[in-house]
T-cell receptor, first 117, second 113 residues
Framework: AQTVTQSQPEMSVQEAETVTLSCTYD???????LFWYKQPPSRQMILVIR??????QNATENRFSVNFQKAAKSFSLKISDSQLGDAAMYFC??????????????FGTGTLLAVQP | NAGVTQTPKFQVLKTGQSMTLQCAQD?????MSWYRQDPGMGLRLIHY???????DQGEVPNGYNVSRSTTEDFPLRLLSAAPSQTSVYFC????????????FGSGTRLTVV
């Protein structure tokens, strides 16, 4: 079975600085997707960035980028120029690429990011 | 386009009571699922459905039932509420086997006293 591990329960960053959130996963599959979700105090789950396993190029969305190391099964999220609005719980998630019953989204336990003004 | 609609947003139940959490999506997604979120444990899958008439258990199914009579609706039933079911519940939907992320509802905070 696939697992997702986030080893940093809490992180803190100064406004305008850069922070990296760690995520590792375990799978025997070759086709899969990885995601980072943001959950602000409003509780809403917001998709931040996604990565297809077969793509070697790291995904980037504005100030958010990932470092995808497939062999090491690592998928870290880098937030550049941190803003107060980035303060939230961040979840790393895995999804099989084979569809059907394997389509489940498997989450890590989350990292709570605080942004200091 | 409403996305995924969850009701209610908040609920307090007494131990032993039953209730249904409603979930509806208007995106014609084939895949729908229910998660519960507890502090320090992330989101854990309760039940999921890969299409109308097809449901299966996730990681923590005990005490919950689901059905999927239409593509749009995927209600979650608590049969006899217990304090251990105090949690935040999320419904989510997606297309299957794609890089598209799930669309989540806004969540239901359930307290069982």
């Amino acid at each position: 079975a696939q697992t997702v591990t986030q080893s940093q329960p809490e992180m803190s960053v100064q406004e305008a600085e850069t922070v990296t959130l760690s995520c590792t996963y375990d799978t025997s599959e070759s086709d899969y997707y990885l995601f980072w979700y943001k959950q602000p105090p409003s509780r809403q789950m917001i998709l931040v960035i996604r990565q297809e396993a077969y793509k070697q190029q790291n995904a980037t969305e504005n100030r958010f980028s990932v470092n995808f190391q497939k062999a090491a099964k690592s998928f870290s999220l880098k937030i550049s120029d941190s803003q107060l609005g980035d303060a939230a719980m961040y979840f790393c998630a895995y999804r099989s690429g084979y569809g059907g019953a394997t389509n489940k989204l498997i989450f890590g336990t989350g990292t709570l990011l605080a942004v200091q003004p | 386009n409403a996305g995924v609609t969850q009701t209610p947003k908040f609920q307090v139940l007494k131990t032993g009571q039953s209730m249904t959490l409603q979930c509806a999506q208007d995106m014609n997604h084939e895949y729908m699922s229910w998660y519960r979120q507890d502090p320090g444990m992330g989101l854990r899958l309760i039940h999921y459905s890969v299409g109308a008439g097809i449901t299966d258990q996730g990681e923590v199914p005990n005490g919950y039932n689901v059905s999927r009579s239409t593509t749009e609706d995927f209600p979650l039933r608590l049969l006899s509420a217990a304090p251990s079911q105090t949690s935040v519940y999320f419904c989510a939907s997606s297309w299957g086997g794609t890089v598209d992320g799930y669309t989540f509802g806004s969540g239901t905070r359930l307290t069982v006293v």
